[in-house]
T-cell receptor, first 114, second 113 residues
Framework: LAKTTQPISMDSYEGQEVNITCSHNNIATNDYITWYQQFPSQGPRFIIQ???TKVTNEVASLFIPADRKSSTLSLPRVSLSDTAVYYCLVGPMNYGGSQGNLIFGKGTKLSVKP | DTAVSQTPKYLVTQMGNDKSIKCEQNLGHDTMYWYKQDSKKFLKIMFSYNNKELIINETVPNRFSPKSPDKAHLNLHINSLELGDSAVYFC????????????FGSGTRLTVV
C-alpha cells in the first residue's frame, strides 16, 4: 500500500478553514484516498474518500490534483470540537481480506483554539 | 444502537494471564478487523476476517488469536500476556466493495502489569 506523508501537527482558530495536505507519491492506479478522524479515547471515524478531482460531503472537502500524488482535506470553519488527529490513507477500494487492510500513518494532530 | 461495540473498555491484568476482548457489529458487514494502537499512536492491523478468509499480519505473535463464532462477532484471545502487549485494541468492520470505509469500535485499553 502507498506510503503517505502528513504534517505532524497543525494549529488553527475557531471559524477558520483548515487544509491538511497528504503526500502519496507512489499511489497506484486502483488506490483511493481516504481520511479518518480520531478523538482521544475513541476509534477512528471515516470522514471522506475520493479518487480524483474534488469530493464534498457535509463534513469536509477532498481535493485531489490530476497526478494524484497528493491530496488536501479541507475543513470549513473549524470549531473546538474539530480538535483531533486526522489520518490520510491510500489503498484499494476492495475492503476486506488481503486487498483492503488499511495502514494508518502517524496522522496530523489538529489543535483548534478559541 | 452502537454499530461496533467492544468489551471491556478497560482491562488491567498481570503478566502471564490469558484474556479475551469481545467485539460485535450490528451493521451487517461481512469483514471484521482487529487493530492495535501503541503508545506512539500508530494504528497497526492485526487481523482481518470474513467468512472465507483469515488474514494475519505476520508481525503478530501467535499468542494472539481471533475467534469468530458468527459473522457479527470477532473476539480477540491473548495468551501469556506480556508487558509489551499494553496498548489500545480497536475492532472494526467493513462491507466488501462499498465505499464508506471502516467503522471502528471505541477501543479497549489493555494494561499489563
Amino acid at each position: 500500500l502507498a506510503k503517505t506523508t502528513q504534517p505532524i501537527s497543525m494549529d488553527s482558530y475557531e471559524g477558520q478553514e483548515v487544509n491538511i495536505t497528504c503526500s502519496h507519491n507512489n499511489i497506484a492506479t486502483n488506490d483511493y484516498i481516504t481520511w479518518y478522524q480520531q478523538f482521544p479515547s475513541q476509534g477512528p471515524r471515516f470522514i471522506i474518500q475520493g479518487y480524483k478531482t474534488k469530493v464534498t460531503n457535509e463534513v469536509a472537502s477532498l481535493f485531489i490534483p490530476a497526478d494524484r500524488k497528493s491530496s488536501t482535506l479541507s475543513l470549513p470553519r473549524v470549531s473546538l470540537s474539530d480538535t483531533a488527529v486526522y489520518y490520510c490513507l491510500v489503498g484499494p477500494m476492495n475492503y476486506g481480506g488481503s486487498q483492503g487492510n488499511l495502514i494508518f500513518g502517524k496522522g496530523t494532530k489538529l489543535s483548534v483554539k478559541p | 444502537d452502537t454499530a461496533v461495540s467492544q468489551t471491556p473498555k478497560y482491562l488491567v491484568t498481570q503478566m502471564g494471564n490469558d484474556k479475551s476482548i469481545k467485539c460485535e457489529q450490528n451493521l451487517g458487514h461481512d469483514t471484521m478487523y482487529w487493530y492495535k494502537q501503541d503508545s506512539k499512536k500508530f494504528l497497526k492491523i492485526m487481523f482481518s476476517y470474513n467468512n472465507k478468509e483469515l488474514i494475519i499480519n505476520e508481525t503478530v505473535p501467535n499468542r494472539f488469536s481471533p475467534k469468530s463464532p458468527d459473522k457479527a462477532h470477532l473476539n480477540l484471545h491473548i495468551n501469556s500476556l506480556e508487558l509489551g502487549d499494553s496498548a489500545v485494541y480497536f475492532c472494526a468492520s467493513s462491507q466488501y466493495r462499498e465505499d464508506y470505509g471502516y467503522t471502528f469500535g471505541s477501543g479497549t485499553r489493555l494494561t499489563v502489569v
